[in-house]
């Protein structure tokens, strides 16, 4: 049992350091509490049998090392919407292009054969 919940912990906990450093660090949350979670049950679990492995340490020391890191980047990582114009630009002459891509297009003069469906 205790293998498991120390198993689980690092999963956790490297899942947790790998989606803090992404774009979208708010998900190291999920991982960071499993993580802590299992490795206070492994940590438990071990202590009542007199041995506590260093594994089990390195997995909180991950789990705050990606917490710190989520809370950093929420706290001072703004994001700034600037000039949506050329955007908007951009998305108004794609369209007219598409428009007249499939106003050259005859689809009149494709003839469709008689197929027949059997049932």
């Known amino acids: 049992m205790k293998k498991i919940f120390t198993i689980l912990a690092i999963i956790a906990s490297v899942l ?29 679990l071990s202590k009542k049998t007199g041995e506590v492995k260093k594994i089990i340490q390195f997995t909180f020391l991950l789990t705050i090392i ?3 890191i989520s809370t950093y980047k929420s706290l001072f ?4 919407v600037v000039n ?7 998305e108004i002459k794609s369209e007219e292009e598409a428009i007249e891509e499939l106003n050259e297009l005859d689809i ?10 059997d049932e």
Not at 77 to 80: G, L, R
Not at 108 to 115: H, S
Request: glycine share 2%; proline share 4%.
């Open 16 to 44: 947790a350091v790998i989606l803090a450093v992404l774009p979208l660090s708010n998900l190291a949350i999920i991982p960071s509490i499993i993580a802590l979670v299992c490795g206070i049950v492994a940590f438990y």
């Open 84 to 90: 949506t114009e050329t955007l908007d630009n951009k």
């Open 108 to 117: 009149n003069d494709i003839e469709i054969e008689d197929i027949s469906v």
């Open 66 to 68: 990606a917490l710190a």
């Open 77 to 80: 990582n703004t994001n700034e």
